[in-house]
């Protein structure tokens, strides 16, 4: 058996020392998730995603379809609730129904209410991220 060096006899002998790591546990309240109002989700109901509204943002101006029975002072609430932005301006537009044909038969595409909202300089909100 060969000869141990003092160093390794050292190390052999020595018990391991146990490491014990400490953390510090930071107890905060989670935020609470911001609940909607109805009123808010059923108001506003989704962007539009066009040429036309893609050119718009650039100027601030987001364009969404809305409720049909929606009003100005109504898309202007919900828009300041959902995003957190008071808008400068609100215009909303109804668009009439279309005549459309299928084969043989005529009809109609449904009317819609869409709110061209002006957002204040250097506010930019990101709705088409969630858009593909």
Not at 77 to 82: D, G, V
Not at 104 to 127: C, E, Q, R, Y
């Amino acid at each position: 058996m060969p000869k141990k060096t003092t160093s390794e006899v050292e190390v052999l002998a020595k018990p391991a020392k146990k490491t014990v790591k400490k953390v510090s546990v930071e107890t905060t309240a989670a935020p609470a998730l911001k609940s909607l109002s109805r009123f808010a989700t059923d108001t506003l109901l989704s962007p539009m995603v066009t040429e036309k509204t893609a050119m718009l943002s650039g100027n601030n101006v987001m364009v969404f379809r809305v409720a049909l029975s929606a009003t100005r002072v109504g898309v202007k609430q919900a828009f300041k609730e959902l995003y957190g932005v008071t808008p400068v301006k609100v215009n909303v537009i109804t668009v009439r129904p279309r005549a459309v044909r299928f084969g043989k038969s005529n009809g109609h595409i449904k009317s819609f209410k869409k709110a061209m909202i002006s957002l204040p300089v250097g506010t930019t909100i990101d709705v088409f991220a969630s858009v593909v």
